[in-house]
């Protein structure tokens, strides 16, 4: 086949049938590419054909590849699996973090799970904060932190009660960590190192 010059009026000229039928997807998508379409929910003129990622383990896969790669004085590794719980009979429950780094030189953990969501300034879910004490406890965390996406960088510390003594504040630390994006990545996964450094020595 020849080279054509794609526009417009090169998908609108296409006739389905039930013959054709099948490759409207394709077509779609090579449309959506090729004509540089962007979704446009306000004015609503064009059909916009979805492209969905899983941004919870994209930015899981992205923060672990950073970190393995510009973090030099930490062992870092993930989805290392432990069993927590098991039933009289029948299969036991795991637990699996997200990323943890091991100092090469002291041996102490530290444990990260990272989190596609915006907290607008609020504390993370109750849910996660019992995921993270559990890990601190399972794993000799340390120190364990929540990371998220953020507009700016800013790392908050907190201590979880004690389980001996539900006024007094125990040892255990748990960190929420927000890292602002950036449009130059190598700037970004900068920024990153320099933000867990600052965790590890905070």
């Known amino acids: 086949m020849k080279d054509i010059k794609v526009n417009e009026s090169t998908f609108n000229k296409i006739v389905y049938d039930r013959k ?29 054909l979805a492209l969905m990622f899983d941004m919870n383990s994209l930015w899981e ?8 790669t510009k973090l030099k004085t930490h062992l870092v590794t993930s989805q290392v699996t432990k069993s927590f719980w098991k039933p009289t009979s029948g299969y036991s429950s795991k637990m699996r973090p997200d990323i943890i780094l091991k100092c090469k030189e002291s041996q ?3 444990v990260l799970d990272t989190k596609w969501k915006n907290l607008n300034d609020y504390n993370p879910s ?22 998220y996406p953020s507009d700016q960088h800013s790392i908050k510390k907190g201590n979880y009660f004690s389980s001996e003594n539900y ?13 602002a994006t950036a449009t130059d990545i ?17």
């Open 126 to 147: 109750p849910e996660d904060l019992r995921q993270m004490y559990v890990y601190h406890r399972f794993y000799q965390a340390k120190k364990v932190a929540l990371v």
């Open 108 to 110: 102490e953990s530290f």
């Open 61 to 68: 896969q992205f923060f672990l590849v950073t970190l393995k």
């Open 167 to 179: 006024l007094e504040m125990s040892e255990k630390e748990c960190s929420i960590m927000q890292i």
């Open 20 to 48: 054709n039928q099948h490759y409207k997807v394709a077509l779609d998508i090579a449309k959506l590419l090729l004509l540089n379409y962007h979704p446009d929910i306000s004015k609503g003129r064009h059909d916009v």
């Open 186 to 202: 190598k700037t970004w996964q900068e920024d990153i190192v320099n933000q867990i450094n600052f965790l590890i020595e905070y």
